[in-house]
């Protein structure tokens, strides 16, 4: 297994001590702050395996499926533990997390038509917000910066409405081709 696949699993396994930091007391006081460079430190992993892959020609299957998949549960496990802590809105959470699989979905129905579709460049903002929400949400600043993470929330979601549209709208063709 190379480096790039090797980051991805360590990804993968960070997750369940990101949960147990943030919906448990085994951190006491620090047991956010924890949960918070668990997630910084997963989170950092997704951009280094990334560019080692390229960089050194490490592309592999095992990585083109298992990377994106590590980051959907990496975020989807964050949000759901914001919903537990009340940090976050539910139906905010349903949004989001419906918009990974109506992209997984289609990315699945491209590969079956031998289209890789890519990143694009509302996917990469809309996820950048997503983790500066968790972040700011996992962080919880108090009062002072409620408003920072209100727009900050909107931000994120607002992204990933337009990045949802974005490959719909760029990708139809493979969508109306595909056999469905």
């Given at each position: 297994m ?10 993968v ?70 919903v ?5 809105a ?6 989001i ?22 990143a ?61």
């Amino acid at each position: 297994m190379n480096l790039p696949n090797k980051l991805t699993v360590l990804r993968v396994l960070m997750i369940p001590f990101f949960v147990v930091f943030m919906l448990t007391d085994l951190g006491g006081e620090y047991g956010k702050y924890i949960a918070l460079a668990i997630f910084v430190i997963a989170s950092l992993t997704d951009l280094l395996d990334g560019k080692i892959a390229r960089k050194r020609n490490l592309v592999t299957n095992f990585g083109k499926f298992m990377d994106p998949l590590a980051d959907k549960l990496l975020v989807c496990s964050a949000l759901i533990c914001l919903v537990e802590m009340r940090r976050l809105a539910a139906w905010i959470v349903i949004v989001i997390i419906a918009r990974e699989f109506i992209i997984s979905g289609f990315r699945l129905i491209a590969s079956d038509n031998g289209v890789v579709i890519a990143a694009s460049y509302w996917g990469k903002f809309k996820t950048t917000f997503q983790m500066i929400m968790i972040i700011l949400l996992i962080l919880d600043l108090g009062e002072s910066f409620a408003a920072v993470e209100t727009a900050v929330i909107w931000i994120a979601l607002i992204l990933t409405v337009v990045s949802l549209v974005d490959y719909l709208v760029k990708n139809k063709g493979i969508l109306l081709e595909g056999d469905i």
